[in-house]
């Protein structure tokens, strides 16, 4: 675009520098390398973000929000900044079939990942050029920590547009662990021509898997990257043409000539158009020509501001407060293109982080919020992702009302409004003070949005008093083989009370399942708003592995139900259809001295610090030393085989750890506690229903039994009716 200048690639940039560290997002070390593509984008393997996000390699999902963090090297500092996938191409197979296997498949497609960086950083880091890969070329790849004595010096032996098989020298460091998502370096080119992806192993025994003696017959020092020329192609497959064309304006955008004329009028002067000019470019990213006294022309000016998406807003950001006049005909003329966004970068980023800032579950309710603060909007496309969520609804001009000058309060302003009336104080203050920024930037008149504001906090009392989950308390004492007495409390939020079902009667599981759906659905119809009631069990501690979210029972509704002639009942199965968790007040209340760890740790909840126990030889003394140790830990998982299983939970749920998960299956090493790792606490008990129910329909993929045991220092327990010696048959 001539004055405006993108940063991207240079032909001067310093290899090591391009190296990009891709860190686990637990603990932070490497886990592989990426390269810069451009100033806020990089591009690494897919299978190398899986492993920085704790999930399987060639994990097909995409990680929708969940943030990559990663280090870019200068010459004297490292600095951390967090990422997103903008672009995502997962692993295939050659024959274009998902499902690539680490043991049986040597070479793969896809495999590939753009990261963008939450901000962009302060100090140029020019990214390299890029050429394509050719046989014979002499390259040069690095260790994802970036170190710069980490270098492996490679020749590709073969290339054609989807494989490069690349032999190591004999001295010097190997292509290995953690080099994946590394630029291959062309030394006669200077440019990067491709990318590691993966390395020829040498053979080893098929039924231990330990390498055979070496043999000078053996593979030595091969791997394989993807060329550039399928980088390229992969990435305009899957949308992302913007990383290697130049954006142009589109000549027949409607705002076009308007912008161009307006510029004129507002900044006839070369020397106030380049002052506002440098500082849109500081604030989108873009390098311009030095010094003061250069300035781009009208129509250059127009073309960033109708190819840039955020530069309107940026452009209106400066001059807000120098010519407040200007602002409203620049917002009319920006509104006639479908290219300039709401937010300028500042903004977003600013929003970006307080929405990453809030709780789990108040991010999760965003979908809920949209529809309530926008109701005569249509569908809101845009996945799964607060990202796609938030593109969208910097599109919508205005909410459902117009005020007299004709100024409206953005949809996406709105729906922050509804999202902070939600919050806690703090959350909402910044909330709030970010929508006061934006309608000054954007001259709406205060009382807009107090009104909106008014109609926010009438639908957050309104949910309060919905919201509150509703729970069922159930005491189940075991009598004999499959027989149960059963007591049962509803708490709609005012305090548990106790039904009709009569305590002394005897009952099957499948009977006892009946009883409890039937409270159950009954609290779940009369406010279906308030989602699904979580049934609590209550059992001694030899009944921590009673297996009560497995039974079942259809509920007999009268006549015309399900279960008649001519259809078949539905199984009803407890632990599907609601979520269940177990606690034992004799175990919580056995040592009272840890009433106050208890409390503690309740209070901490949202903080998610877990603690898990994993080795089979821990016993009794190294978990209460462990606990004691780390009084913070608020949710223990217990993956070790059943003969030292029990010992475990129980000491745990003894010492008041609030939330204790197990599997009990009879093998360590479960999936469902894998998966379920990755599930914010508050939301474990609907984590583990979800859980169950796939494992219904998918019994071999979803092989866990998972428990959790719940010990709320919150909620009001039950009077328990504790059996009697004498009732024992």
Known sequence: MGWFVRADRSASADPRHCVVSVLKSAGGRSVGAGVLLTRDQLLTCAHVVNDALGRAPFDPRHPADDKVPIA???????????????????????????????????????????????????????????????VGQSLRAWHGTGLSHTFADVRVKTCDEAFGYLDGDATGMAIGPSYSGS?????????VVGLVAGHVMPPAERTTGRPLPYSSQHIARRSWGIPWQRV???????GAAELFEAPVPD???????????????????????????????????????????????????????????????????????????????????????????????????????????????????????????????????????????????????????????????????????????????????????????????MGIPRASLAERRTDAEEWARAQGELTTTAWVSAQVERVGADRYRLRVWCDEGTGP??????????????????????????????????????????????????PVDEWGGGCDEGPGALGSADLPDLPGVLGAEFPVVVTCPELLHRHERFHPDWRHRWRRLDSDAALTFADPTQGRNEVYGAL?????????????????????????????????????????????????????????????????????????????????????????VPRLHLAEPQENP
């Open 497 to 546: 009370r106790q039904t009709s079902v009569d305590g002394e009667t005897v009952r099957s599981g499948a009977q006892a399942a009946q009883e409890l759906l039937r409270a159950l659905e009954s609290l779940y119809r009369a406010a279906p708003d308030r989602g699904r009631p979580v049934l609590e069990v209550h059992v001694d501690r030899d009944g921590l592995d009673l």
């Open 183 to 191: 630029p291959l370096w062309s030394v006669g080119d200077n440019a």
């Open 628 to 716: 004691l140790a780390d009084k913070d830990a608020v949710r223990v998982c217990v993956d070790v085989p059943p003969r030292s299983r029990a010992e475990i939970v129980q000491t745990c749920l003894m010492m008041g750890v609030p939330v204790v998960i197990w599997d009990r299956g009879p093998r360590q090493g479960s999936h469902a506690l894998a998966r379920l790792s990755a599930v914010h606490v508050r939301t474990l008990p609907e984590g583990v229903r979800a859980y169950r129910a796939m494992s219904l329909g998918s019994p071999r993929q979803f092989s866990g039994r998972p428990v959790v045991a719940w010990s709320d220092a919150d909620r009001s």
């Open 251 to 441: 000549p027949d955008d409607p705002a076009l000539s308007p912008l161009v004329d307006l510029l004129y009028r507002l900044m006839p002067s070369p020397t106030l158009r380049g002052d506002h000019a440098r500082a849109v470019a500081e604030r989108c990213g873009y390098d311009h020509p030095g010094g003061g006294l250069t300035a781009p022309t009208p129509e250059e000016f127009a073309s960033l501001l109708l190819t840039e998406p955020r530069a309107l807003a940026a452009l209106v950001e400066v001059l807000h407060r120098q010519e407040p006049g200007a602002v409203p005909d620049l917002i009319a003329v920006g509104r006639m293109s479908q290219v300039p966004k709401l937010l300028s970068p500042r903004e977003h980023h600013r929003l970006v982080n307080q929405l990453d800032g809030l709780h789990p579950e108040l991010r999760a309710r965003l979908p809920e919020v949209v529809r309530a603060a926008l109701p005569l909007a249509a569908t809101f496309p845009g996945g799964d992702t607060v990202k796609g969520l938030l593109d969208h609804l910097e599109r919508l001009s205005g909410d459902s009302r117009t005020d007299t000058d004709g100024l409206r309060v953005p949809g996406l302003l709105r729906v922050i409004e509804y999202l902070a009336a939600l919050c806690p104080l703090g959350p909402q203050a910044s909330l709030r003070l970010w929508t006061d920024t934006v309608v000054d930037r």
């Open 72 to 134: 870019l090297h200068g010459p004297a500092t490292t600095v951390r900044y967090d990422t997103r996938v903008a672009y995502w191409v997962p692993a295939r197979r050659r024959d274009g079939t998902a499902g690539v296997s680490e043991t049986e498949d040597h070479e793969w497609l896809g495999d590939l990942a753009v990261l963008r960086l939450e901000t962009v950083p302060s100090r140029q880091v020019p990214a390299p050029q890029w050429r394509a890969m050719t």
């Open 232 to 238: 390229e192609a992969e990435l305009r497959a899957a």
